[in-house]
């Protein structure tokens, strides 16, 4: 049970900085007059830079959650 709702908590944050993470992009680019697609999004250094960082933090919980 627990396991379960932990792994519900890291979906729903995901979705959750996925959204704030394009919400984001879109306010950027009207500051700064840039073209705005997903490309730019998902594609940019600290944005990649974040997704992977994220994506072990999140590793370590489920590991730390499945003992």
């Known amino acids: 049970m627990k396991n379960n ?4 908590q890291i979906i729903l944050w995901t979705i ?3 959204i ?3 919400f984001l992009s879109l306010i950027f680019s009207k500051l700064f ?3 705005w697609s997903f490309k730019n999004t998902f594609c940019n250094i600290s944005s990649l830079v974040f997704w992977i960082v994220y ?3 999140n590793i370590i919980i489920w590991k730390m959650t499945k003992r």
Do not use: E, Y
């Open 16 to 18: 959750l900085i996925i």
């Open 5 to 8: 709702m932990t792994s519900k």
């Open 33 to 35: 007059k840039t073209n």
């Open 55 to 57: 994506i072990i933090v």
């Open 20 to 22: 704030l993470q394009i």
